[in-house]
T-cell receptor, first 113, second 113 residues
Framework: GDSVTQMEGPVTLSEEAFLTINCTYT??????LFWYVQYPGEGLQLLLK?????DKGSNKGFEATYRKETTSFHLEKGSVQVSDSAVYFC????????????FGKGTSLLVTP | EAGVAQSPRYKIIEKRQSVAFWCNPI?????LYWYQQILGQGPKLLIQ????????DSQLPKDRFSAERLKGVDSTLKIQPAKLEDSAVYLC???????????FGSGTRLTVV
């Protein structure tokens, strides 16, 4: 079945450092890919999404490109801030699963001043 | 547009007791999902409804969990009897269809003692 694999956390970075969180997926169809963020004590929020190969999703300085050839959707940000400290979840959905979101385990990010 | 409403926000029960969670999706959203998020893990799909019919309940522990969506609007998720390992945040989400526009509620945090 479909699955998502994320890099293990926690990830600790200094403010203004470059961020990459790796995400790879397995799917039989043509999934849509998502990054969700969960700030401490808050609910899940959609960060960005891409619906087909080579699409780039972007929001709040974060970017991720849908790479079909490597089945990846890595999350990047050029300069992180303390306020980016959160847990980040990669997810996919496709028609075969009724478009239900299938989440990775999450990667915790801590940005220090 | 009102968001996905969930109640209660928090619940503490003893093991072997029963508990019910309520979800009111965004008006007009035909698809409703219940997810379980155990601390430190990604959300796991429990059940998916399309209108008032079940699309996928393959990961719902049916010996103790039940869910219904009367009239294709509100939904209730019940656990009876609860176990310690049911301690988690229970998230409700709704979608207008396809791979777009998921909206999550704030969740119900259940603690079983």
């Amino acid at each position: 079945g479909d699955s998502v694999t994320q890099m293990e956390g926690p990830v600790t970075l200094s403010e203004e450092a470059f961020l990459t969180i790796n995400c790879t997926y397995t799917a039989t169809g043509y999934p849509s890919l998502f990054w969700y963020v969960q700030y401490p004590g808050e609910g899940l929020q959609l960060l960005l999404k891409a619906t087909k190969a080579d699409d780039k999703g972007s929001n709040k300085g974060f970017e991720a490109t849908y790479r079909k050839e490597t089945t990846s959707f890595h999350l990047e940000k050029g300069s992180v801030q303390v306020s980016d400290s959160a847990v980040y979840f990669c997810a996919l959905s496709d028609q075969g699963s009724g478009y239900a979101l299938n989440f990775g385990k999450g990667t915790s990010l801590l940005v220090t001043p | 547009e009102a968001g996905v409403a969930q109640s209660p926000r928090y619940k503490i029960i003893e093991k072997r007791q029963s508990v019910a969670f309520w979800c009111n999706p965004i008006s007009g959203h035909a698809t409703l999902y219940w997810y379980q998020q155990i601390l430190g893990q990604g959300p796991k799909l429990l059940i998916q409804f399309q209108n008032n019919g079940v699309v996928d309940d393959s990961q719902l522990p049916k010996d103790r969990f039940s869910a219904e969506r009367l009239k294709g609007v509100d939904s209730t998720l019940k656990i009876q009897p609860a176990k310690l390992e049911d301690s988690a945040v229970y998230l409700c989400a709704s979608s207008g269809g396809g791979a777009y526009g998921y909206t999550f509620g704030s969740g119900t945090r259940l603690t079983v003692v």
